[in-house]
């Protein structure tokens, strides 16, 4: 089971891979990593329908935000799941990722542990 | 005889007639009044002939002269000058003639022709002179007017002047005022101006709080989440070590990782209070939201002030405190935004027990913390004080503690924001805060709100 982290800092990589360790040595999770929209786009493209399960997404990314990748995603794989994750926990980005078909909204610091239960519920489905 | 009278009796009478313009005074009126009995007297006894008849004539001549001398000798009638020399001739013919006929009939009628010669010059002269003085007198009643007219302007003048001056008095008063509204206004401008600077300067600095507060808050998030992490690393190590036979290999690594853990605690209580510092920032430079709703300010005082107490009471170094309300239940519901107005009583309340704290800590037996929380309906207003008999505020910081990021707190406690986001959400309340204190014995910070007349 592939799940895609998008985030413009790259050590959301170390961080999630240590913090599911147990998930990934022993429940079958893959971790993929983007550093930009754009390159989170080209993992996708790879495969039409992609071997991506869920996508996990940082909104506020240098170059293409995470809600206009949203958007491009939700144009071409309507079924993929889209979670965002934001520092910004404000409204006006909630209302927007929700309005354009994300399944979540995560505000930073995240609670690994409701992401856990989530992720978990992904692995099992 | 009688045309001596005659003339004494014409220039009293013209005297007491030209008295109307020229207001003698009442001394010359009388000497007029009486002359004039005289001449009538005198002329009645003329015409009667009754004797004796010299004396008589003298005292005719002594009334004209004494009519001459007067009116030559009294500074008020000197312009009659003319008029007084007019009879002069005649008089002084009638007088020669007298004499000469009193003394010497004989002589008399031998210069009888001669003095009755004299007596026509002395008549044209009488009548030169008459014109003389008439043309004088015209001219004088020429000057008169001219003098009269030339006085009148004079005093419309003056009249002009003084309504100017006075128009003038009004109008530098009324500029005077003018200018006292203007320099007010000024002032009021200056001041306004100054605040409008102070408050973008605020916004600016609040906006660059917001920015700096998050790009901050990611990297910090990335120490606190691998602190944790390695926490429970260390956690999952810690459980496999009993495993591994023990050896002093083993009891110097359990040793050192005995000692990452107690650094990573401090990494995550180091963490955790940059993140706390951080959320504030936000806090205080996030604009106004929520709505102003009629509150029961004494119920929200009430189980705000009691949930900084049990909020103290399970954090570290929690104290003793005694927590006085004395609440005016007669207050009427205020329009305040509840949440906003919570954390100014929380704030405050927490304050009074840090500063109070830090008095406990100097180890006096006698002291006991004691907060008290008074609300009051001053009509229009309603006041709200936070008193504390903790160690006071020293007069030279009191102004700089609403200022951002002013704090008195050593080390790990505050983040000198939680006073001027009192001070901020008070004034977006159109209220005041005031600190009194006294060093050693109290603090107290009053809050004044308006009540709303909605
Ligand atoms: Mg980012």
């Known amino acids: 089971m592939k799940i895609l982290v998008v985030d413009d800092e790259r050590d959301v990589e170390a961080l999630f891979r240590q913090k599911f360790r147990k998930e990934i040595r022993n429940e079958g999770l893959e971790l993929l990593f983007a550093f930009s929209g754009k390159e989170a786009l080209e993992i996708l493209e790879k495969n039409n329908p992609p071997q991506v399960a869920s996508v996990f997404s940082d909104i506020n990314m240098p170059g293409m935000s995470g809600l206009e990748m949203l958007d491009i995603i939700k144009d071409r794989f309507p079924q993929l799941r889209v979670n965002m994750i934001s520092a910004y926990g404000d409204a006006d980005n909630y209302r927007k990722a929700m309005r354009s078909g994300a399944r979540g909204f995560y505000t930073k610091p995240v609670d690994f542990e409701s992401l856990r239960r989530e992720i978990g519920e992904i692995l099992r489905s | ?454």
């Open chain 2, 1 to 454: 005889m009688i045309l001596i009278n005659l003339i004494s009796l014409s220039l009293l009478y013209y005297l007491k007639k030209s008295s109307g313009a020229q207001e003698f005074p009442e001394r010359l009126h009388r000497y007029f009044k009486y002359g004039m009995i005289a001449a009538g007297v005198l002329i009645a006894l003329g015409i009667s002939n009754a004797p004796p008849e010299i004396l008589f004539e003298l005292l005719s001549f002594v009334l004209v002269g004494a009519v001459i001398y007067l009116m030559l000798n009294t500074p008020e009638l000197v312009y009659l000058k003319t008029l007084a020399i007019t009879p002069l001739p005649i008089v002084g013919v009638k007088l020669l003639e007298y004499l000469v006929r009193t003394i010497s009939p004989a002589i008399f009628e031998i210069v009888e022709n001669y003095l009755d010669a004299a007596g026509v010059f002395a008549f044209i002269w009488a009548v030169t002179m008459w014109l003389n003085h008439r043309k004088q007198m015209k001219e004088i009643e020429i000057e008169r007017i001219i003098t009269k007219e030339q006085e009148r302007q004079l005093r419309q003048t003056e009249e002009q002047k003084s309504q100017l001056e006075l128009l003038v008095a009004e109008r530098t008063s009324e500029i005077l005022s003018q200018k006292e509204e203007l320099q007010h206004a000024l002032d009021h401008l200056r001041a306004t101006q100054e605040q409008l600077i102070q408050q973008e300067k605020l916004a600016s600095l609040g906006q660059l709080t917001a920015g700096i507060a998050h790009e901050i808050k990611n990297p910090l998030n990335f120490v606190n989440n691998f602190s944790e992490l390695s926490a429970d690393f260390l956690h999952e190590i810690s459980e496999e070590m009993p495993k591994i036979p023990d050896s002093p290999e083993k009891e110097n690594i359990l040793d050192l990782l005995e000692n990452i853990k107690s650094n990573l605690a401090k990494i995550r209580h180091h963490g955790s209070r940059a993140d706390s510092i951080v959320r504030s920032m936000l806090m205080h430079s996030r604009g106004g939201t929520g709505t102003m709703d009629p509150t029961d300010l004494n119920a929200l005082i009430r189980e705000y002030s009691n949930l900084a107490f049990h909020g103290m009471r399970a954090n570290p170094n929690p104290i003793n405190v005694d927590i006085q309300l004395s609440l005016d239940e007669n207050l009427p519901k205020i329009k305040l935004n509840s949440e906003d107005f919570s954390r100014v009583i929380l704030n405050l309340v927490k304050n009074a027990f840090d500063a109070m704290r830090e008095k406990l800590s100097a180890k006096n037996p006698e002291y006991k913390a004691k907060v008290e929380i008074r609300t009051r309906d001053l009509g229009d207003k309603v006041l709200i004080e936070v008193e504390d008999n903790g160690p006071g505020v020293p007069d030279q910081i009191r102004d700089k503690l609403l200022m951002p990021f002013f704090t008195t707190k050593k080390g790990t406690e505050g983040t000198g924001l939680g006073l001027s986001i009192t001070h901020d959400i008070i004034k977006s309340h159109e209220g005041t805060l005031e600190i009194k204190s006294e060093e050693g014995k109290f603090t107290c910070f009053s809050i004044l709100l308006p009540k709303s007349t909605e």
